[in-house]
């Protein structure tokens, strides 16, 4: 990925010297005439084109937004309801994830979201340990995480 990047900036270089204007324009004409000649070449890259990584980086992104201000919503109507009726638990969430990135961004992703928090990874790094708030039903939790973050993470990564 960092090779692509690297050479579709060099391309837009080359033609801003081509072109002989040193202007922004000029940069983003030949950024964007790179990213149409890498994307015919991308057969042959080894990695996957960058620009799918980078819409699957922002598709992560606006994930956590959605799911930080749903949760937010769940956590403020938790505090302002008048009788306390919350059901915490801890419960116990698999992952497929196996390197220690994608395993430490998605116990930051679970940490920052409101309501819940990963407490411990177990020593395999195969499960993570989450507490929450309100808990209903655990399935449906881990069905969540696994079908939101989990599945957003190894886009990116995969």
Not at 128 to 139: A, F, I, P, S, W
Request: proline fraction near 2%.
């Amino acid at each position: 990925m960092a090779f692509q990047i690297l050479l579709n900036m060099f391309i837009a270089f080359v033609w801003m010297f081509l072109s002989n204007s040193f202007s922004a324009t000029t940069f983003i004409i030949g950024y964007i005439l790179g990213l149409v000649m890498l994307f015919m070449l991308r057969r042959f890259f080894s990695t996957r084109f960058y620009i799918e990584r980078v819409v699957a980086v922002a598709k992560l992104l606006l994930l956590f937004l959605k799911e930080l201000i749903v949760s937010n919503i769940a956590v403020l109507r938790v505090i302002l309801k008048p009788k306390m009726d919350i059901k915490p638990a801890i419960f116990e969430l698999e992952t497929k994830l196996t390197q220690d990135w994608e395993i430490t961004l998605l116990s930051m992703l679970i940490t920052l979201t409101p309501g819940t928090v990963v407490i411990n990874i177990s020593e395999d790094r195969t499960k993570l340990y989450v507490h929450t708030l309100d808990l209903e039903d655990v399935d449906n939790a881990v069905n969540s995480i696994r079908n939101t973050f989990e599945k957003a993470i190894m886009e990116v990564s995969r």
